[in-house]
């Protein structure tokens, strides 16, 4: 099993952070290169316990579908989505929140393993890991810079 710790420091409040990271609009938003939008389940707005949203994106060239649920939900603290259906083996993105003294400390834990046994832990150790890291920095970057500014009141409207 593969794990990928982020953590990135929002100068905006923790039930802002919260609540961007589970909107679908801003993750929309956020993941530009992909061409990445949700087909099924919760297609806009947010997500909460029990929702289940499919993407489609494209990655290394290809057209990827994956269809995650929220299984923990804890608000403004935790949720956690885990992989129903989708190209890896086993997928599960922990998504944490703490008060810090400027804002909000955001920490990613996002963990999973590809198929094909041997093959796919090594596919996963010399590529898969930098490449789902690079995107997750980048999605990061994305929703720091929407909470930091006003352009967080376009995905949620009542929300501090």
Known sequence: MQEIRLTTAICAPRERVFDLARSIDAHRASATGTDERAISGVTTG??????????EARHFGLRLRLTVKVTEFDRPNHF?????????????????????????????????????????RSLDALFLARYLRTFLIHRNKALKDLAESKEWQHYLCASP
Not at 46 to 55: F, K, Q, S
């Open 46 to 55: 947010l997500i909460g316990l029990n929702d289940e949203v499919t993407w």
């Open 80 to 120: 956690r989505d885990v992989m129903v259906s989708g190209n890896f083996q086993k997928m599960a993105h922990d998504h944490l929140f703490a008060a810090d003294a400027v804002g909000t400390l955001m920490t990613d834990c996002f963990v999973f393993n590809s198929p094909f046994g041997a093959l796919g």
